[in-house]
Structure formats: C-alpha cells, structure tokens
C-alpha cells in the first residue's frame, strides 16, 4: 500500500525554522511527484512544493519562495521542506501527498492520489 506520514510540525517563532519530513512507504520516490500542501483554518488548501525525483524538478508557491527548500533523501524515502524565516501567515496545517500532475498542475490537490495526515505548524509572532 501506497502510505505517506508527515511530521515534524510543531510551534516555531516568526523569523524561526522548521523542517517538515514526509516518510514514503509502498513505492519508490521515482515514482511520483510529492508535493507539500497546507490549509489554514477557514482557507482552501493550497499548494506549497514539489518535487519530482525523475528530473529533479522543483516548484514553489510565490508566498514561500526564498524561505522554504524541498529536498528529497532516497535513502530515507523521506521528502523534506526545510522552512526557514517562519512567518505568521505559514500557520497552517501541512500535508504531503504523491501525484502523476504535469508541471503546470503542480500545485493542483485533485492531481495528487495519496496523501499523509497532515502536520500542525504555528508561527507565534
């Protein structure tokens, strides 16, 4: 089975750091592109990164460029957004999910078949 697992939420400062990891289990990294989504409370969930193993490729909402890197460690199976210079706006409840989206479609939830349960993370300013 197909299974995702975020972690690594939790409560950070504005101007801090998280980083958020997503364990993959069931297939290989190279086989879908995994991509970070959040949703805050009363907003639709909307597309954070992705990144796709095959050709390296990855994507950033404009709201979090600069600030957060995706990476991924195939030796781990686990996909990372490294999430630096925190801002309150980043609250949110995080999710990582595996899709086959085109590039364009990157940030498209309905292109994404799996997804983990969600990680909480709280910017105190």
């Known amino acids: 089975d197909v299974q995702l697992q975020a972690s690594g939420g939790g409560l950070a400062q504005a101007g801090g750091s998280l980083r958020l990891s997503c364990s993959a289990s069931?297939?290989?990294?190279?086989?879908?592109?995994i991509g970070w989504f959040r949703q805050a409370p009363g907003k639709e969930r909307e597309g954070v990164s992705s990144?796709?193993?095959?050709?390296?490729?990855?994507y950033y909402a404009d709201s979090v460029k600069g600030r957060f890197a995706i990476s991924i460690d195939n030796a781990k199976s686990t996909v990372y957004l490294q999430m630096n210079s925190l801002k309150p706006e980043d609250t949110a409840v995080y999710y990582c999910?595996?899709?086959?989206?085109?590039?364009?479609?990157?940030?498209?939830?309905?292109?994404?078949?799996?997804w983990g349960q969600g990680t909480l993370v709280t910017v105190s300013s």
């Open positions: 069931g297939f290989s990294l190279d086989e879908y592109v």
């Open positions: 999910a595996a899709g086959r989206p085109v590039s364009s479609a990157w940030r498209t939830s309905s292109m994404y078949a799996y």
């Open positions: 990144i796709s193993e095959v050709d390296g490729s990855t």
